[in-house]
């Protein structure tokens, strides 16, 4: 069993900066890719960035593209997610998720709680 924990959520003004973390535990295999999903009241969930099992490769959302970039910790298991230059419209519950196998593309099958973004303008 995965269990997958975000943190780093807050409230900032518009053009701020949050990193968001994601920290895997539950399976001592972790060669699975990682990647962050987001949803907003009364909107679908949206992808927003992906890492690969290595941390070799990554795979950004158009929303995200050249302000979010993602990474990984491998000895720690965890992901990050670096938010800079934020706007209103990326509040939402950022969703941590680790897929079934190691590339990016890959369907996500674990599913951590969320953690909660509002940006002000």
């Known amino acids: 069993q995965v269990q997958l924990v975000e943190s780093g959520g807050g409230s900032v003004q518009a053009g701020g900066s949050l990193r968001l973390s994601c920290l895997a535990s539950?399976?001592?295999?972790?060669?699975?890719?990682m990647g962050w999903f987001r949803q907003s009241p009364g909107k679908e969930r949206e992808f927003v960035a992906a890492i690969g099992w290595s941390g070799a490769s990554t795979r950004i959302g158009d929303a995200a593209k050249g302000r979010f970039p993602v990474s990984r910790d491998t000895g720690k298991n965890t992901i990050f997610l670096h938010m800079s230059n934020l706007k209103p419209e990326d509040t939402a519950i950022y969703y941590c998720a680790e897929a079934f196998g190691g590339t990016t593309t890959d369907v996500y099958v674990d599913w951590g709680r969320g953690t909660q973004v509002t940006v002000s303008s």
């Open positions: 539950g399976r001592t295999d972790r060669r699975y890719a």
